[in-house]
């Protein structure tokens, strides 16, 4: 598919420039957005440049969240200030403002959370999208669903024209993979997270967590009997195991993409709704 084409050269191009202190030269009269990502086990810090390139990325592992919350408010704020300040040192200007994602039906007190955060860091906070709506912009989706699957939930958006009809979250996803994983290897969930990001225990790991990859297309399924609708893209850092789209796809009974490095396509969608800002003073 064109569209998915198109969002995996964009992420091939950010994977290769996240984390390594370097960043991308722009034309400063396009203007730069910055996305923060909020995530349960990482925060992602994102500057674009006005057309939507990656200029800079940066991301910590962090345990500040749980299934869609802010648990830890204090260090999610260092941790944003220290990208943020790693950002600056590296381009040479200071970010005026940045958006962030909540997962979706997030309302209240929660939905501000998000921004507090943001603006703790020194930054304005731009704008607040939920994060399928975020992962829609990077992959193109006018029609069909986007599946965020999450840390701790999985979020379903059915797109139509562009526009969310359809929006939920569901309370499962990659911490409970974790878990799995502890129990399953009598280990701590400490040891357990580390051993899902390692790509040698791939195969063993979907085994695990087979049932809960099922339970996660089971959330989906329940959504699309609502609507039903096509394509569906699956997107999140817990969708990172390499046969994760195709259990999807059978147990959905229709095709599941899955972009190259899903973990980064809400960060990046986060950004890509911003406001591009001109002043780099």
Sequence with gaps: ????????????????????????????EDGYK??????????????????????????????????????????????VNRLRIQAEEIL?????????????????????????????????ADQLVDEPTAAALVLGVTEGAVV?????????????????????????????????IAGNNKISIEEAELLKRDPARDRENFIICRPVIQRMANITI??????????????????????FEKEFSTYLKQEVYKPKYPQFVTPIGIAMSSKPIMDLM
């Design 92 to 124: 040479g200007f200071s970010l005026k403002a940045a958006s962030g994602a909540i997962p979706p039906g997030t309302v209240g007190n929660n939905k501000r959370v998000v921004a507090n955060v943001i603006e703790s860091a020194n930054m304005l």
């Design 222 to 243: 329940n959504v699309l009997r609502k609507h039903p609708t096509e394509p569906i893209y699956v997107v999140g850092g817990a969708s990172y195991l390499s046969e």
């Design 1 to 28: 598919m064109e569209s998915i084409e198109k969002a995996n050269q964009l992420l091939t191009s950010f994977h290769e420039l996240v984390n390594t202190k370097q960043a991308q030269a722009f034309n400063p």
């Design 148 to 180: 965020d699957v999450g840390g701790g939930t999985t979020g379903i958006s059915i797109f139509e024209q562009g526009q969310p009809i359809i929006v939920e979250d569901e309370p499962t996803g990659g911490t409970h993979m974790t878990l799995v």
């Design 34 to 79: 910055v996305g923060v990502d909020l995530g349960t086990s990482s925060i992602v810090l994102v500057v674009l440049d006005g057309k939507n390139q990656p200029v800079f990325g940066a991301f910590e592992y962090a345990n500040v969240i749980r299934d869609g919350l802010v648990v830890d408010y204090q260090q999610s704020v260092q941790i």
